[in-house]
C-alpha cells in the first residue's frame, strides 16, 4: 500500500503564531520553518499504517516536536 503523512512541528508552529516567522531559528535546530505548515510525504509499499508511523517517527521524532496530521491511503 502507498500513503501519503502530512507531518507538521508543534514547536516551530508556536514560535511562528505567537512571535513570527524571523523568531524561529533554522540554523540552530536544523528544522525549516516550513514545518509550521503541515508537509506532505510519500511512503510508498508500506504493508500497515503502522509501518508508516515508525517510518514517520525515525525521520521526524516526536521528541523533536514533530506530529503527525494525517495519514491517508492511496492507489498508485
Known amino acids: 500500500m502507498n ?3 502530512g ?4 514547536d516551530v508552529r ?3 503564531r505567537e512571535l513570527d ?3 524561529w531559528d533554522e540554523q540552530g535546530t536544523g528544522i525549516s520553518a ?3 505548515e503541515v508537509i506532505y510525504f510519500d511512503y510508498p509499499n ?3 499504517i503502522e509501518m508508516v508511523e515508525q517510518k514517520v517517527e525515525s525521520q521526524f521524532p ?3 516536536g514533530f506530529r503527525i496530521d494525517f ?3 492511496f492507489k498508485d
Open 7 to 10: 507531518v507538521f512541528n508543534i
Open 3 to 5: 500513503f501519503t503523512v
Open 21 to 23: 516567522d524571523d523568531q
Open 34 to 36: 516550513d514545518f509550521a
Open 46 to 48: 508500506c504493508s500497515s
Open 14 to 16: 508556536r514560535c511562528v
Open 62 to 64: 516526536k521528541s523533536k
Open 71 to 73: 495519514i491517508k491511503s
